[in-house]
Structures are given as C-alpha cells and as structure tokens.
C-alpha cells in the first residue's frame, strides 16, 4: 500500500467515516422511534413514510441538494443528521492523521462513531443504549488487548476506575434526589476509561469538564438564568472529552507540564 499516495487515504477515510456516519444517523432515529434497528429495507421519510432514493440518501450532499426538506412532503429534515455526518467526518480525518491507514485507525472509528450515536440519543432522550455502552467496553478492552493502545492493564484500571468513580457520583445524586449523573454515564464511563486508559482518564475528565463549563455559559448567555434549573446531559461532553483526549492528549499533558 505504500506506492498510493497519501491523500488516497484520507479520501478513503473520509467516505467511510461519512457512510459510518449515514448509518449511525439511521441508528440514532431508529433507537428514539424504538423501531428494530435492523429492519430490512430502504429508509423513508418519518413525516410521510415514503420510501427515500439512493440520491435522497448521499451523506451530507443530500442535505443541501434537498435544502433540509423530504422530497415528497416537504417536512424538515433534522440538521442532527448532518451533524451526525460531520462530526463522523471529521472523527475519521483526525484519526488518520494519527495512526495512518490502519487497524487503530479502523477500530477506532468504530468506537468514536458509537460514542457519537450515544451523544446524539442522550441528547435527545437522557438515555444512553447499553449496546453502545456496554458493546463499546467489550469492544474497547478487546482493542486493548489487540493493540496494546492503552497497554491492557491501564485498559481495566481506566474501566474501572472511571466507572466506579462515577458510580459513586451517581449514588451521591440519588442520595441528595437531584438528577444529574445516571447509570447510563457509568457504564459510558466504564467504555470511555477502556478506551483512554488509567493514564488518560485525568485529561478526559478536565476537558470534559471544561467543554460543559463552556456550553452551559453559552446556553446561559442565550437563556439566562433557566439554563441552571435544566438537566443537562452528560455523555456528549464525556464523549467529547474522551475524543480530545484521544487526538490530543499527549500534546495536551506536555502543554500542562510547561505551565
Ligand atoms: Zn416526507
């Protein structure tokens, strides 16, 4: 593979990371809809149940060939599906870019697009699906494993640790009977801590931390005071968080040492 040139594979890498992202946009409304993920068949328009076109269902392109509207029924089409493709987009080109080509880079995509499906159902719903949670650990301690991008040791310590950590945030929310942190970010917690290792998890967590700072004061801006009475949820900014820490990480960590 070494005579391709190298913007083959970022070509290469930017059509799969967009079908992954079609896909897991299909995945995300089936999941809300409660609908059998795996129905056969095209997918059609939830406002007129008509059947889509290949050409209705392009990532990305179809959005604007369409201006955000069903062909037949005119009905909006959400812009969560075109994020959903962008931020899969991107995922894919970051990842590339650090492991090439590759089975790291394969996987990896994988696990990012199922944190990305997650972030957008929570989203919705304050519900994260345990096969994306629980599926994403197994698959993430087995790349471990495989890989030894987290050494799998630091991939149980971080699984561990992450989620008993956040287990016991969790059981401080019962006790106080607020809503906040659910079972669901446990387990997301768990998949994540698999994913950064042990020694990833401090600047997941800061940048986690720093993204919902940053989110709540725009959405405080735009809202005001409300913003604090609304439950927020979690995983997007976990996600986000884990994503970073990921690309950015080791940068981030000799960054830190300098200050
Ligand atoms: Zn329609």
């Given amino acids: 593979m070494d005579q391709l040139p190298p913007y083959f594979f970022y070509i290469a890498a930017a059509v799969i990371g967009l079908e992954l992202g079609g896909l897991s946009s299909i995945f995300i409304q089936r999941w809300i809809d409660n609908v ?19 050409r209705d269902t392009l990532p990305i392109m179809s959005y604007f060939l369409l201006r955000g509207r069903c062909r037949h029924c005119q009905a909006r089409i959400g812009a969560q599906y075109l ?60 790349t471990a494993f495989l890989l030894k991008t987290p050494g799998w040791q630091s991939a149980m310590i971080g699984c561990l640790v992450g989620a008993l950590a956040f287990w016991v945030i969790e059981r401080l929310y019962v006790w106080r009977g607020k809503f906040g942190v659910g079972l669901g970010d446990v387990k997301l917690m768990a998949m994540i801590g698999a994913m950064v290792g ?4 401090p600047v997941t967590i800061v940048l986690t931390g720093v993204l919902s700072y940053l989110a709540l004061g725009i959405m405080a801006l735009r809202m005001g005071r409300d913003v604090f009475a609304k439950p927020i949820p979690y995983g997007p900014f976990l996600s986000l968080g884990c994503m970073l820490s990921i690309l950015y990480g080791k940068q981030i960590l000799v960054w830190w040492g300098r200050m």
Wanted: glycine share 10%.
């Fill in 83 to 142: 994020l959903v493709e962008i931020s899969c987009l991107a995922w894919s080109l970051a990842l590339v870019n650090l492991h090439g080509f590759s089975l790291a880079w394969g996987i990896h995509l994988v696990l990012g697009t199922m944190l990305i499906a997650g972030s957008f159902i929570d989203f919705e719903t304050f519900l994260l699906p345990d096969r994306i949670t629980l599926g994403g650990t197994s698959l993430a301690l087995a």
């Fill in 198 to 201: 042990v020694e990833g998890l």
């Fill in 36 to 54: 059998p993920i795996c129905r056969p068949g095209r997918s059609i328009c939830p406002a007129c149940q008509s059947k889509l076109e290949w």
